[in-house]
């Protein structure tokens, strides 16, 4: 039996919204970059607490059904994250300060005007092989945000 790590993501970001929608299927297209800053915490098994430093930015891109009328949404994305050391996890150590990540979601907004949204999100995190070790890192982040 191999106890879990315990991983903590803490962040704060901004998302600038493209200035364009396009028709797709029933539904409608959306972009926007999303620049962020955050701090990973992993605690292994036996060891100390470990912090990093994650500054990232990336493109996002959600799709609205009804014609973008409703308030559920699917989104991708993908970007660069440099941390401020190198990335270690439990058994995990990457090769890089540079990693890739990659996500896939779904969520809804809410509130008045639905400012508000609330996503789940899957996350993978590598260096896509550019220097070894890279043995990647999947994470499930939920994501509020508030539109101002």
């Known amino acids: ?63 609205r059904p009804a014609q973008g009328a409703s308030r559920w949404f699917v989104e991708a994305g ?22 890739f990540a990659s996500h896939l979601g779904v969520g809804r907004n809410f509130g008045p005007q639905g400012r508000h949204a609330l996503a789940l999100r899957v996350q993978h995190q590598s260096n896509a092989g550019l220097k070894k070790p890279n043995p990647g890192d999947n994470f499930l982040l939920l994501r509020y945000a508030v539109a101002f």
């Open 1 to 63: 039996y191999r106890r879990p790590r315990q991983l903590c993501i803490r962040g704060r970001g901004v998302t600038l919204p493209w200035n364009w929608a396009h028709a797709l299927g029933s539904g409608q297209l959306t972009g926007a970059w999303d620049l962020g800053l955050g701090t990973l915490s992993a605690r292994p098994e036996g060891a100390q607490r470990r912090s990093v430093t994650a500054l990232g930015a990336g493109i996002n891109l959600r799709w």
């Open 78 to 99: 993908t970007g660069l994250v440099w941390h401020n050391r190198h990335y270690a996890s439990g058994d995990k150590y990457f090769g890089t300060r540079y990693n």
